[in-house]
């Protein structure tokens, strides 16, 4: 799979896995998000979000983390660098300290934006 970029993030004992990819359909995404899943077996999540360009589309997927505190935070950082035909998935090991709504919308934020710089 060829992704754009990848970064790795530790918070408080979890790993995360940020993957960057350009993409101009569904199928694509559904390729990666299927890739990923293969290699990271034991993952806890992945979350991501997408933004493609013809026709318009956009989605965020939290993948078991509460609702909002994932796939959101990813979608807000490309619409707000108007990012278009990306798809950023995170993956998460979580490391035995729960890092709360606030904290978790705070590492995908953060995730994505490392992806971009």
């Known amino acids: 799979m060829n992704f754009t970029k990848t970064i790795e993030i530790i918070e408080k004992k979890s790993k995360f896995y940020g993957y960057l990819l350009s993409c101009c359909s569904l199928d694509e ?3 990666a998000l299927s890739f990923l899943k293969s290699e990271h077996k034991k993952a806890t999540h992945i979350c991501w979000a997408c933004r493609l360009k013809s026709p318009f589309y956009e989605k965020a ?3 078991g ?28 090991y979580f490391g035995g300290v729960k890092l709360g709504a606030g904290g978790l919308v705070r590492i995908y934020a953060r995730v994505t934006s490392e992806l971009f710089k």
Request: overall charge neutral.
């Open 29 to 31: 995404i559904t390729a």
């Open 65 to 92: 983390e509460p609702g909002g505190t994932a796939g959101r935070p990813i979608l807000s950082v490309l619409q707000k660098k108007d990012a278009q035909n990306v798809c950023v998935f995170v993956v998460r």
């Open 61 to 63: 997927v939290d993948d």
